[in-house]
Structures are given as structure tokens and as C-alpha cells.
């Protein structure tokens, strides 16, 4: 990508991953095995995510302006980026795939139960596809004109919500130890927190190269923040049905009443979802085309746009048979399946670039 036209601001990528981070963690219950302890997992996750966001913000950091295939490529050879540029490739397209499955069954289920699964998901598509090709200086735009939705309907939300709120939800505490609380926190870090690895593609667009640790590492935070007040607020009304509801965010706004006045504020749940959904999936599909691009030496992305949305469109249909099985293959599955993409390659690569630094400064010296 070596010198790029487009740019994007620090507010820009901050308000992106934010908004990643939460998009479809928000909606679904996530670390559910940990039940009421969901919170512990939460905060493990965080640490854990941190580890995972320093280590590929770290690599860029090191080389400005170069997505990860391309450090590949310059630290281990011309092949050797490629494999890495169709691993990405293919983790980007198949995560991609998995989100818009889950954009489009939460819809159906709550909102367009009587309409055929095509009739939306190819107006989504075709909304994320025009995104994508206007490219990401837009969608960091879009993303800073919803962010400070997303957090005050958060907020607002749990104080409407606080006279339904019951603290012995939480207890008692680790009542089953810290196992399933661990194996939460695994499935936490690895869906949302170590996904942002594929901003290892947007982030070379950012025009402060030096800000890279500190704005990624802010917007897992602040997003880590918002999951944890929103799956506690969730277990202090439900309990623990709460990791038996296929969307408890969605069912807990059915509680949510002023003064006889303000009552039914689902479509609420509904419009965050749209609003975020669309950053995940366009910054999924984004990440997909370029890493396309650089495995074919293209000089653009946006040729491949449409393809990758079409093939991501069909995959989506057919990955799983149903709701149920995604969110147990997300439980079970995809933690380890997930973990050479976020943490194995970013970190063996930031060890090949800290290697050759020390080799050449030995070289220097001498």
C-alpha cells in the first residue's frame, strides 16, 4: 500500500474499533458459561485483550503505513506476505460472513419476521458495499456521527432500567469457581476483543503513526466498558436467564417504562444494531479487499468489493444451519480457530521485527 491517499484521524480510528468492539457483543450474550460471573470474565478479557491489541498495534507502530501482509512480506519475503495476506484474506471474508448471518437473523427474528432472508440481506449488502467503495475515510466519518449514540442509548437505557435492577442476581459469586469464569473470559477475548487484529489493514491509513497503541488501546477500553455495563445491567434484571436468551439486550427494553409514558422502546435495540452492524461488517469486508489486493499486487482494492459482498453474501447463507448452532461454534469453536489470526502471527512477526532492529544495530555498530 507503501503511500496512501486516503487518511483517517486518530478520533476516526478510535470511534472505529469502539464501535466494532460493541457492534454484535452488545446484542448477543457473550461469556454466557460464566453466568452471573459473566462480569469477572468481562475484565479478564480486557487484560487479555490488551496483551492481543498491543502486540499487533506494537508491529505496525514499528512499520508506518504497511498492513500486516505487507510487514510479512518485507520481513520474511515476498511468499511468505502472501500466505499471510491469504490467511487475513480468508479470516476477514469468513468473519465477515458470520456477522452478517447474525445482522440478518437478528432482524428476521425481531423486526421482519415474515420476510424473506434475501429481501435483507442484499439491501444490507448493497449499503456496505457502496460504504466500502467510497472507502474508509467515510466510514471513520460515519463512525464518529454514531458513536456518542450508541454509548448515550447504553447509558440512558440502564438508568431507565435501574428500578428493575436486582443486586442478588450477581450472587453468589464464583459459585462454580473459576472455570467456567475462565473459559468466558477466553471466548470474551477472542469475540470481540482480539477481532480488531484486522484493523491491522486500516490502521496504516491513520495520519499519526506514533498514536497507533494509545488510540487502540483506548478504544478497547471504552468498549470493554460499555459491554460490562450492558451484560451486567442484563443479569441484574434476568438473572440467570440471561444466557439463555437468544438476544436478552433486545428482551430488556421490554422492561423499560417512565411514568406509564415511555414504554416499547425495542426499536431502540434495533436501530443500535443497524447503526453498528454496519461498521462491523463494512470494516470486515474493507479489510477483505485489501488484503486481496496486495496478495494479487493490485493497485486498488474497490475492484474486488462486489465479488468478495457477493461470496461473503452466500457463505453467510449457508455457514450454519441455524441460530443456535452459530452461537455454540462461536462458544466452543472459534476461540481457538480464532487465536493464530489475533495473537500467533502478530506476535511471531513483532519477534522476526525486533530481531532483525537488534541484528542491523549489532551490524551498525560494528
Not at 21 to 48: E, F, K, M, R
Not at 105 to 132: C, M, N, Y
Not at 146 to 154: G, K, P, Q
Request: net charge neutral; glycine share 6%.
Amino acid at each position: 500500500m507503501g503511500s496512501h491517499r486516503e487518511q483517517i484521524s486518530t478520533a476516526g480510528l478510535w470511534s472505529l474499533m469502539l464501535i466494532f468492539n460493541v457492534a454484535s457483543a452488545i446484542t448477543v450474550p457473550i461469556g454466557a458459561v460464566a453466568g452471573q460471573d459473566v462480569w469477572i470474565s468481562i475484565l479478564l478479557a480486557l487484560a487479555a485483550g490488551s496483551l492481543i491489541v498491543w502486540t499487533y498495534s506494537r508491529l505496525l507502530e514499528s512499520h508506518p503505513g504497511k498492513a500486516i501482509s505487507e510487514i510479512a512480506e518485507g520481513l520474511l519475503g515476498n511468499w511468505a506476505g502472501r500466505v499471510v495476506g491469504l490467511f487475513y484474506l480468508w479470516y476477514s471474508f469468513h468473519l465477515g460472513s458470520l456477522v452478517l448471518r447474525d445482522f440478518v437473523e437478528f432482524l428476521s427474528a425481531v423486526a421482519l419476521p415474515r420476510t424473506p432472508i434475501p429481501a435483507i440481506l442484499f439491501p444490507i449488502l448493497a449499503v456496505v458495499v457502496w460504504g466500502v467503495y467510497l472507502g474508509v475515510e467515510v466510514l471513520s466519518r460515519y463512525a464518529q456521527t454514531i458513536y456518542l449514540f450508541v454509548i448515550f442509548e447504553v447509558l440512558v437505557s440502564s438508568l431507565l432500567l435501574f428500578n428493575q435492577f436486582d443486586y442478588r442476581n450477581l450472587l453468589p459469586v464464583l459459585d462454580k469457581g473459576w472455570s467456567p469464569v475462565l473459559e468466558g473470559a477466553i471466548q470474551i477475548t477472542t469475540f470481540p476483543f482480539g477481532e480488531t487484529v484486522i484493523f491491522a489493514f486500516i490502521i496504516p491509513f491513520l495520519n499519526q503513526t506514533d498514536q497507533v497503541k494509545k488510540i487502540s488501546l483506548r478504544a478497547l477500553l471504552t468498549g470493554g466498558a460499555l459491554l460490562l455495563l450492558v451484560h451486567v445491567r442484563n443479569i441484574l434484571v434476568f438473572g440467570g436467564l440471561t444466557s439463555k436468551l437468544t438476544y436478552p439486550t433486545f428482551s430488556v427494553y421490554q422492561y423499560i417504562s417512565l411514568f406509564d409514558f415511555l414504554d416499547r422502546v425495542e426499536p431502540l435495540a434495533i436501530v443500535t444494531w443497524i447503526l453498528a452492524g454496519y461498521i462491523e461488517i463494512s470494516v470486515c469486508l474493507f479489510a477483505c479487499a485489501m488484503s486481496l489486493a496486495h496478495v494479487t499486487k493490485s493497485s486498488g482494492y474497490r475492484i474486488y468489493v462486489i465479488p468478495l459482498a457477493l461470496l461473503m453474501a452466500q457463505l453467510s447463507r449457508f455457514i450454519y444451519n441455524n441460530h443456535a448452532e452459530l452461537i455454540e461454534t462461536a462458544a466452543n469453536a472459534w476461540p481457538w480457530y480464532s487465536l493464530p489470526f489475533q495473537i500467533g502471527i502478530p506476535l511471531m512477526l513483532l519477534l522476526v521485527s525486533v530481531f532483525h532492529k537488534r541484528k542491523r544495530t549489532r551490524t551498525k555498530g560494528e
